[in-house]
């Protein structure tokens, strides 16, 4: 017979940090190819800047810096680490994968490693990941890293996207608890809807073509699933967790746009008390590490938040989704090193 892992009661996130894009490019900067104004981008999206980094700075780089932040605060040395899951769709290499080479960067020698090629999701499609590794026994601390440099695949002339991505990376290490500290994942996607967004050709037809894949979508359908059928996987993520939308303090929704986040307030029943992640105002959307990047920002401006309870959700490209709650760590507020301020990170 073969013999069981020894498995956990629970796990939970020791600590969350990220980093920015160096540069806040502003709605002026942006308007005038796309024949808008700053008014415009304003009201559809709610973003007034949007983190970006300079031509050297890679996805990697980015995320090299979270992973970094998140394991000192976290109080680990990054030998401790038994398995790093990186969140991106801008690594440039179809292999080998972004995470072994972050593993190594970091010293986390022999971890398991690999990709997650989920869009917005990705953050949150690895907590689900991490929280089952844990408990199951098959690793004691986990690294989750959401990191993309959306500015690379940007059309500075196309309205449907490209002037609400920014570039950063998010980064959670999770590990052992003797209580559930993430509820389940309720996570799923939806194929036939892969169209509404997402790179617009792909790189046999670059090549073909000579012409740089770049980012689409179509907008109001987009708004539309992200409005209503998010809604519903958000309040089946408080119903599995036993919870019902009272027990919420904290809402960390993917930062896609301002007017889909206030939306999901309303249709998940959040009480007018609950805190409410809105950093695409500074940083734009950074996919994968838009969440992570949130909760870093709530942290460092509501003292206090750790043991409260959040609900997070991503959904983008693919379309993928996936939405836990979870309890903020007693981490969240202090600070990792004398560079609290998580911009500075590959100014052009």
Known sequence: MIAAG???PGARILAVDGVRGGRLVGNAELAGPISSSDEWIRSRTGIV???RAGAETSALDLA???ARRA???????ASRIDVVILGSVTHFRQTPAAAPALADRLGASGAAAFDISAACAGY???IGLADSLVRAGAAEHALVVGADKLSDFVDPADRTISFLLGDGAGAAVVGPCDR?????TVWGADGAKAGHVGQNIDFRQAVATGTWPTLRQDGPSVYKWAVFEMSKVARAAIAQAGLTADDIAVFIPH????RIIEQQVKRIGLTAGVLVARDIIETGNTSAASIPLATERLGRDNPGLGGKLALQIGFGAGLAYAAQVVELPSTLDQPANNERNSHGIGQE
């Open 255 to 258: 930062q896609a746009n301002l």
């Open 49 to 51: 800047t949007r983190a």
């Open 71 to 77: 394991i000192a605060r976290a109080g680990l040395d």
């Open 64 to 66: 090299e810096a979270a």
């Open 6 to 8: 020894q498995t956990r």
């Open 180 to 184: 559930p500290g993430i509820g389940p």
């Open 124 to 126: 949150c499609y690895g």
